[in-house]
């Protein structure tokens, strides 16, 4: 083979290697878009695939310029989603929150109801701090069984408000530990009740059950605290929670 066909087939070979790689790196490139339609349809495809960056790109200029468009609604509730999956909380609020300002009678309002929750409360903080947006999810994910009470989302949503309840009773548990630690029983049995008759479908009830008779004992209600106990033991037979408040009990009564 002469050396200039030799170069040849090596220069084709590089081309064809180059255009592998191109194609695998540049799987993601945009079609030419030549309507609005196809663009909202494009976006659709990309948003199935998991290919949220782009389709939020396509989203934004399509909602931007078809602001009257019969498909907006969709486009807006789509751009959010996107938002969502890309971490971005604040920006998956605002559109999810317009879709429900703006087209309350739409077909996207019951997930960007639902959707709306999932931003909220993907912001809130852990139980030791405030819980601003535990409490905004809590609000909207009723909300959504309220107003969507045969959505196929529902039993994924009463899921989440007890997500969002065992958080909120899980804050107050914390708070009367802390107020039992620092020897005092009367704020910390406050906080114990609440959970007791707020959260009482929550795991934190017979937790709070438990810190109302250890407050009762500091506050020298011995009986009444036995009493406590024993209503705990019969309640939760065979449970942890019942060994701890037998054990106390009996360190009470041998007292």
Same mark, same amino acid.
């Given at each position: 083979m002469s050396a200039s066909r030799c170069f040849d087939v090596m220069r084709r070979a590089a081309t064809l290697v180059l255009a592998l790689l191109v194609g695998g790196c540049g799987a993601g490139v945009l079609p030419p878009i030549h309507?609005?339609?196809? *663009?909202? #349809?494009?976006?659709?495809?990309?948003? /199935? %695939? =998991?290919e949220y960056s782009p389709a939020a790109d396509l989203l934004t200029t399509y909602v931007t310029q078809n602001a009257g468009s019969a498909d907006v609604d969709e486009a807006? !509730?789509?751009?959010? #989603?996107? +938002?969502?999956?890309?971490? #971005?909380? $604040? /920006?998956? $609020?605002?559109?999810?929150?317009? &879709?429900?300002?703006?087209?309350?009678?739409?077909?996207? /309002?019951?997930?960007?109801?639902?959707?709306l929750g999932e931003?909220?409360?993907?912001?809130?903080?852990?139980?030791?701090?405030?819980?601003?947006?535990?409490l905004k999810a809590l609000a909207t994910w009723q909300r959504f069984l309220e107003e969507y009470p045969d959505h196929w989302r529902v039993p994924e949503a009463q899921q989440r408000v007890m997500a969002c309840r065992t958080r909120l009773a899980d804050k107050l548990m914390r708070t009367g530990r802390l107020y039992l630690k620092l *020897?005092?029983?009367?704020?910390?049995?406050? !906080?114990? &009740?609440?959970? $007791? $008759? #707020? !959260?009482a479908d929550t795991v934190w009830?017979?937790?709070?059950?438990? =810190?109302?008779?250890?407050?009762? &004992? %500091?506050? =020298?209600?011995?009986?009444? /605290?036995?009493?406590?106990? +024993?209503?705990i033991e019969?309640?939760?037979? =065979?449970?942890?929670?019942?060994?701890?408040?037998?054990?106390?009990? +009996?360190?009470?009564?041998?007292?």
């Open positions: 309507s609005e339609a196809q *663009r909202l #349809d494009v976006a659709r495809q990309l948003h /199935a %695939k =998991g807006i !509730y789509l751009l959010g #989603d996107c +938002k969502l999956k890309m971490k #971005d909380w $604040t /920006a998956a $609020t605002s559109e999810f929150e317009r &879709v429900l300002r703006d087209f309350p009678e739409s077909d996207s /309002a019951a997930s960007a109801r639902f959707s931003a909220q409360f993907a912001q809130s903080r852990p139980p030791d701090f405030d819980q601003e947006f535990t *020897r005092l029983p009367e704020p910390a049995r406050i !906080y114990f &009740v609440k959970i $007791t $008759t #707020d !959260y009830s017979p937790e709070a059950e438990l =810190g109302i008779a250890m407050c009762d &004992v %500091k506050l =020298g209600k011995r009986t009444e /605290a036995i009493e406590q106990l +024993k209503g019969e309640r939760h037979a =065979g449970r942890p929670i019942a060994e701890r408040a037998a054990r106390e009990r +009996k360190r009470l009564e041998h007292s």
